[in-house]
Nanobody, 115 residues
Framework: QEQLVESGGGLVQPGGSLRLSCVAS????????MYWYRQAPGKQRERIAQ???????NYADSVKGRFTISRNNAKNTLFLQMKDLKVEDTAEYYC?????????WGQGTQVTVSS
C-alpha cells in the first residue's frame, strides 16, 4: 500500500532549526515530483517547497533561504531542513507526491515555533 509518513515536527524557539522527514512506501519517490506543504490554523494549505523527479527545486518566497528540500533515494525519504524558524512558520506540515495524475499525501506533522 502506497503511503507517506512524516515525522520530525515539534516545538522550537524562534531562530531554531528542525528537520522534517517523509518516508515513502509502496512507490519510489525518486520518480515522483515531491512537495512540502503547510497549513496554519484558519489559512489555506500553502506549497512551500518542490523537488521534481528531475531534481529541480523551487521554494515559496516565505521560506526561501531558510528551508532546504532534499531526497535520499536509497532511503526513499524526502526531507525538509528548516532553519531560522519564525513564529509564522507554525503550521501542520505535509509531504505530497505527484506523478501522472497520481497523488499521495502524508498525514502531517505539527511544527510550533514559540518562545
Amino acid at each position: 500500500q502506497e503511503q507517506l509518513v512524516e515525522s520530525g515536527g515539534g516545538l522550537v524557539q524562534p531562530g531554531g532549526s528542525l528537520r522534517l522527514s517523509c518516508v515513502a512506501s509502496g512507490f519510489e519517490c525518486s520518480i515522483y515530483n515531491m512537495y512540502w506543504y503547510r497549513q496554519a490554523p484558519g489559512k489555506q494549505r500553502e506549497r512551500i517547497a518542490q523537488l521534481s523527479a528531475g531534481g529541480v527545486v523551487n521554494y515559496a518566497d516565505s521560506v526561501k533561504g531558510r528551508f532546504t528540500i532534499s531526497r535520499n533515494n536509497a532511503k526513499n525519504t524526502l526531507f525538509l531542513q528548516m532553519k531560522d524558524l519564525k513564529v509564522e512558520d507554525t503550521a501542520e506540515y505535509y509531504c505530497h507526491a505527484f506523478r501522472w495524475g497520481i497523488n499521495y499525501w502524508g498525514q502531517g506533522t505539527q511544527v510550533t515555533v514559540s518562545s
